[in-house]
């Protein structure tokens, strides 16, 4: 008899044990579901080289422990491995490129693609210091130099310069030696990259050239009759 009841006890608690574990692997399974609702609501992303981006934060669903991105991001930029926020400052020129982006748990993951695009700074803030300026007819103007902010891949005149001067095409310097005397004349210059371009305007007075009058010598000296 006690042989029965100790064999029905041990039957009984296993089955306890059973359902226990089955009860607490439904609470772990409920605790930790796996991450959904996985998206960027900024994506497309176009953002600019050397330029800090604004941190992307997804719309997102449950526990994260890892975000990657297949393939690798642009050099410069970074994902949260818990949050999968987006952020950093890209260092190099891309067209749009799409990025598959994995976050998950130890019960699953959710993939989302976004795109982003790399733009260069366009120009701005373009300044000759010393405008308007007057040169002197057969004397070399040195260099006239410009500031401006972000990169540029071309500097233009218009109208083009006085005869003798040119214009750098990528700084914007201004170097030569004028030949033609002028009133004062505005110049529209502008400097652009593939992104944009900004211009301003100089003005430019060529004076004529002036010659001093010579000493006169003994071998210069003009006789003078009476």
Not at 51 to 78: H, R
Not at 115 to 128: F, G, R
Not at 159 to 173: D, M, R, V
Request: some cysteine.
């Amino acid at each position: 008899l006690q042989s029965r009841q100790n064999k029905r006890y041990l039957i009984a608690l296993t089955l306890l044990l059973q359902l226990t574990a089955v009860a607490c692997r439904g609470f772990g399974d409920f605790q930790a579901a796996p991450p959904s609702g996985f998206s960027y609501p900024g994506s497309p992303f176009v953002i600019t080289q050397g330029i800090a981006m604004t941190p992307a934060k997804p719309s997102l669903n449950g526990t994260v422990t890892s975000c990657v991105s297949d393939p690798a991001l642009p050099t410069g930029l970074a994902l949260d491995p818990t949050s999968c926020i987006l952020s950093g400052t890209p260092t190099t020129l891309q067209a749009p490129t799409g990025y598959n982006i994995t976050a998950s748990n130890p019960t699953g993951s959710a993939t989302t693609t976004i795109s982003i695009e790399i733009n260069q700074n366009p120009p701005a803030a373009l300044a000759y210091a010393g405008n308007p300026f007057t040169f002197t007819q057969g004397n070399s103007v040195g260099s006239v130099v410009a500031t401006f902010t972000g990169s540029a891949t071309g500097c233009a005149s218009v109208p083009a310069l006085p005869t003798g001067l040119f214009i750098n095409a990528t700084t914007c310097e201004i170097t030569g030696t004028p030949s033609t005397p002028q009133a004062s004349s505005p110049y529209t210059i502008t400097v652009s990259n593939a992104f944009g371009s900004t211009n301003t305007v100089i003005n430019i007075t060529v004076s004529a050239e002036t010659t001093p009058p010579s000493t006169p010598t003994a071998f210069n000296a003009t006789p003078i009759s009476g």
